[in-house]
């Protein structure tokens, strides 16, 4: 492979003065092939008229201390080499009309030449692959050379390749590693949390959060973390520069009637009965930095449709003017609802919701990512220590007891991290010394499942299952076979035999064969769950 460089004469690096003497300067092109282990064989030297001499002088110079090297001379003018408007354009222009040819040659842009301007638009067009290239930097060597130098060693400098695919520095892709992991720590509060899917989820809008100013759309299940996790966006963005205002937050479910308008949007005095003085609203107050707009589809259809303009073109009417005023906000919307099916039935806006879904993400319920409620455990005994302003810990034995009820089907979590921060927050307080004991477990357990007992099969079901296995049985099963298993249990102990089991519950599809063994079907699935026939009959 031929190595070709790209540089731009030096007026002042390069031409630095007649005679042998110039040899005891350092001089940028000259020193880059001087180098043994950088043989250069095409340089392409771009210069102004002016300057035509003093770059044909620097590549004769160039010929002497590297015969193989191929000088091309290439006249690039410019009027203004300060403007950045026409040195991009010209080198733009060279690169677009320039034959590469990467199977046969390496190429080498030389930026140590050249005004700063030029310098930053050779990094910009590399950068950008219109140049096919890596960067070269040279410098001079730290001790000056003596008069009697060696012209070929002393003077030639040093030099670095700069590849601009940063993945290839082991200690940038490190240091870049090592500041997502931050981030990512940073958006979970600093919970080590176990649910791939949760974890996939956060990377996503970690992604999102420091590229984007586009609306985010958070959904989810009440108490599933929401608002907790647009604070933390806030505050990321904000930590990196991107947003100087403050987060302004509203449920818009507490948004009724004629005051929504004007808490939005604000109002102008006197714009209605009452309105004393002007009320710069919600939309005003964020202006440069967030608005979280939680239970966004309990908004009014009015109230919708100026949020949308005010979105995409920063600009709304306050109540009472037809002045418009300007903001510019970044905007979290967070839901519990299915807004498909909101604008299915006419009570959200179809063009709204597009424009504010295009970053949305789901989030899970608590019950989903039962692997995470053992590091949550531990979060939310650190905030409680921090509201009780004591050190809260929990022993081992009060801890396995609550892990296990909590990763088991008898745990709903119907209210979420809602539910678990209040139960720590209650077992912290009763706890004596700030040490959650059994006594203090057991008691929030029982608190608890009171809280979720409805009337219907779920809690019959678990007062089942709860009668046949243990808690760490329990604690392994999934939903799905927690209610097929209830009504196996109930069949088997209303039968007098495992064989008028058997025919009870494969009544359908022990039609469909030739010959059944109801009672060996049954047999196997009970073994599936270490159950056995002596232990259910009734």
Known sequence: MKRVVFGYFG?????????????????????????????????????????????????????????????????????????????????????????????????????????????????????????PAKLVQTSPSRTAPNERADRTTDVKGTYRVIDLDLSRYDGLAKRFGEERAESLDFLKSGIDTRNAAFNQLIEGIERVALRSREPILLMGPTGAGKSQL????????????????????????????????????????????GAASERKGLLRAADGGMLFLDEIGELGLDEQAMLLRAIEEKRFLPVG????????????????????????????????????????????????????????????????????????????????????????????????????????LRMSTLAPAGRVGVPQVDDELDRLERSWRRPGAASDNDAVLSAVLTQDQLAELDPFDAVQLAEVVRVCRASSSLSEAGRRLFAVSRTRKK??????????????????WDQLAG
């Open 11 to 131: 007026a002042t690096l390069d031409a630095v003065g007649r005679g042998d003497k110039r040899w005891q300067k350092w001089r940028p092109s000259v020193g880059l092939c001087q180098h043994e282990d950088l043989l250069v064989d095409r340089f392409e030297l771009l210069h102004d008229r002016r300057s035509t001499a003093g770059a044909t002088s620097v590549a004769h110079d160039i010929v002497q201390v590297s015969p193989e090297t191929d000088v091309r001379l290439r006249v690039l003018d410019f009027r203004d080499p300060w403007d950045f408007e026409e040195v991009f354009a010209g080198l733009h222009q060279l690169a677009r009309g320039y034959r590469f040819d990467q199977d046969r040659e390496d190429y080498l842009v030389h930026i140590t030449t050249g005004t700063h301007v030029m310098q930053i638009c050779w990094f910009l067009l590399t950068e950008s692959r219109h140049f």
């Open 230 to 273: 647009a604070a933390r966006i806030y505050a990321l963005r904000r930590s990196r520069g991107l947003l100087k205002g403050p987060l302004v937050e509203v449920n818009c479910a507490t948004l009724r009637g004629d005051g929504a308008m004007s808490a939005l949007f604000g109002h102008v005095k006197g714009a209605f009965t």
């Open 321 to 424: 003017t037809d002045r418009e005023v300007r903001s510019e906000f970044e905007l979290i919307a967070g839901t519990n609802q299915d807004l498909g099916r909101a604008v299915a039935e006419g009570r959200f806006r179809e063009d709204l919701l597009a424009r504010i879904q295009l970053w949305s993400f789901e989030l899970p319920g608590l019950a989903e990512r039962r692997e995470d409620i053992e590091p949550n455990l531990d979060y939310e005994l650190g905030r409680a220590g921090q509201r009780l302003g004591t050190h809260v810990t929990i022993n081992a034995e009060a801890r396995e007891r609550f892990l296990q009820f909590a990763r088991s089907p008898r745990a709903s979590w119907r209210g979420n991290f809602r539910d678990l921060n209040a139960a720590v």
């Open 515 to 532: 010959s059944s063994n109801d009672a060996d079907r049954l047999r196997k699935y009970l073994a599936r769950f270490d159950l056995a």
